[in-house]
Nanobody, 124 residues
Framework: VQLQASGGGLVQAGGSLRLSCAAS????????MGWFRQAPGKEREFVAG????????NYADSVKGRFTISRDNAKNTVYLQMNNLKPEDTASHYC??????????????????WGKGTLVTVSS
């Protein structure tokens, strides 16, 4: 399983970015996907998850109402739309998935595969 994240960059507070993660190596539509982030000196934390069908999106409290996770199974891609960005959102963002079909991704303990991070920097 290969996961390739893109879309990070530098943005001012209040701005928006959309991250993408292209997956390959298996049937994308059978597996939940998630986004995590890790700021310097901090542990990697859950940001958002979405089920294999696109339902059951769930979010960390810190991003609820600002971030939206979605997926396009025809394109084997999961997205994270990030609005109203804050300096505390600065982190490397990682997409991730599980090895178990139809399971959910709700924490790092559900993850079997990680992509490389894409850096999001929010200036104040």
């Amino acid at each position: 399983v290969q996961l390739q994240a893109s879309g990070g960059g530098l943005v001012q507070a209040g701005g928006s970015l959309r991250l993408s993660c292209a997956a390959s190596g298996r049937t994308f539509s059978s597996y939940a996907m998630g986004w995590f982030r890790q700021a310097p000196g901090k542990e990697r934390e859950f940001v958002a998850g979405i089920s294999w069908s696109g339902g059951n999106p769930n979010y960390a409290d810190s991003v609820k109402g600002r971030f939206t996770i979605s997926r396009d199974n025809a394109k084997n891609t999961v997205y994270l739309q990030m609005n109203n960005l804050k300096p505390e959102d600065t982190a490397s963002h990682y997409c991730a998935t599980t090895a178990m079909k139809y399971a959910l991704v709700r924490s790092r303990y559900d993850v079997d595969y990680w992509g490389k991070g894409t850096l999001v920097t929010v200036s104040s």
